[in-house]
């Protein structure tokens, strides 16, 4: 990494007390391909900490992990577990059901005692979602020791508990993240890189698919492709906020990229990968693809894509279909994609994978107490399962009618099912 040099400069204002003298510290240039990053802490309205967030669900039994209770804990205490790659941490939330009074214990230095450890307040915040602002208690930022003695590593946790849930469900996000900026020819870009997997380092390859796609809970890595200072992200659209991946596309150029294990340092190297197709057999498609080469975005109007050779997800599935009477009908998939949920482009290669029509009806039926619920959805070719709600010629259709009949064929109930 080259050596960044800082530009002084001297100004001299003429005031009516003589010359007053000014230093000012220019902003050093970006480097072509390549930049230092520098530890941020975390806004709770960022989008940076999206993927990296670990959800966890108050467990019943003491964790094995756990040696001993910190010595001012009441009995109205609850347990959960943070997990790393290496190791369980075991967490304490006393006063679990009272928020305003809770504090939260986390073993920080793997001992399994907690009688030596801090006890976190509740701080009231409000976290941005994909739907929007949601009122939270947080709690940290809380540094835990990771690894031997000889090579600890040190990671810096939040907290957070969503009001109303008493405690019952807490998540546990990164205090901080990694960020710089780097010029690719004539466009310098901020960058960021997160670590999510909560080893204390970066550059672990996302793997599909992910167990969870609302936490998948990988490292990440975001670019400000329209320069509003901001990652945007989008789980079904185009996004400045994914994955870590090998490469990452801009317009029709793909870089490497290379982070320091430490995080301290970034690299983009312009390459040219290994290709092979996709073939969905199928026109006017829009299809989002998490992968381990690179996060892609389809919308041209056409059956096949040359795509690097990797592992992909597709986590939105959206086609439009026009029948013989040229009625425009449009169907959309959500997570469930099917056989598009875990595929592989080969080098050289072509994976066929056929979706949409003929398209058939699944049925749900689940009975809670004396109510039964029925539910829908359209399955196409691949298995990718489409939003009940379809829209022709751009207007969604109502919902469809149905009958229950005996085995006579009496009508004993007929209805309207209803969207949401």
């Given at each position: ?56 669900r108050r467990i019943s039994e003491k964790p094995a992990e756990l040696k001993g209770l910190p010595g001012a804990a009441s009995k109205d205490h609850a347990y959960f577990i943070v997990r ?337």
């Amino acid at each position: 990494m080259k050596k960044t040099v800082f530009a002084i400069f001297v100004v001299l204002i003429a005031t009516g007390a003589g010359v007053c003298l000014l230093l000012y510290k220019a902003r050093p240039p970006a480097e072509e391909g390549r930049c230092s990053l520098k530890s941020k802490a975390v806004n709770t309205l960022e989008s940076t900490i999206y993927f990296a967030s670990q959800d966890g669900r108050r467990i019943s039994e003491k964790p094995a992990e756990l040696k001993g209770l910190p010595g001012a804990a009441s009995k109205d205490h609850a347990y959960f577990i943070v997990r790393t790659p290496d190791v369980n941490i075991p967490v304490v939330l006393d006063s679990y059901r009272n928020m305003k009074r809770s504090a939260l214990y986390m073993d920080t230095d793997g001992d399994g005692y907690l009688s030596d450890e801090k006890g976190f307040r509740a701080k009231p915040v409000r976290r941005g979602e994909w739907f929007g602002p949601v009122d939270y208690y947080r709690f940290g930022p809380v540094t835990v020791q990771l690894g031997q003695v000889k090579n600890r590593l040190t990671k810096k946790l939040y907290v957070i508990s969503r009001k109303g849930f008493h405690g019952e469900e807490l998540c546990f996000c990164p205090a901080d993240y990694r960020r710089g900026r780097v010029r690719l020819g004539k466009t310098v870009y901020n960058v960021a890189v997160v670590d999510g997997n909560f080893d204390a380092k970066y550059g672990k390859i996302f793997v599909p698919p992910a167990e969870k796609i609302w936490r998948p809970g990988c490292d990440s890595f975001a670019i400000d492709l329209n320069g509003n200072k901001k990652f945007d992200w989008d789980l079904y659209r185009p996004s400045e906020l994914m994955p870590l991946a090998r490469m990452v596309k801009l317009k029709d150029s793909y870089y490497e990229i290379d982070i320091a294990a430490d995080g301290s340092s970034l690299q983009l190297n312009k390459c040219q990968p290994e290709f092979g197709t996709l073939d969905l057999a199928a026109g006017a498609v829009r299809l989002k693809l998490w992968s381990d080469a690179a996060e892609q975005f389809l919308s041209e109007p056409r059956t096949t894509w040359q795509l690097p050779a990797g592992k992909y997800q597709a986590t939105f599935l959206e086609f439009d279909y026009r029948t013989s009477k040229q009625e425009f009908w449009t169907f959309t998939s959500y997570i469930r994609t099917g056989a598009l949920r875990d595929f592989e482009i080969r080098p050289g290669e072509s994976a066929l994978l056929k979706i949409g029509p003929p398209l058939t009806i699944k049925t749900n039926v689940t009975r809670s107490g004396s109510e039964v619920h029925i539910a829908f959805n359209l399955q196409g070719q691949a298995g990718e399962q489409y939003n009940a709600c379809v829209l022709k010629n751009g207007e969604p259709l109502l919902p469809p009618r149905f009958r229950i009949v005996d085995e006579a064929g009496k009508v004993l109930h007929s209805g309207q099912f209803e969207y949401g």
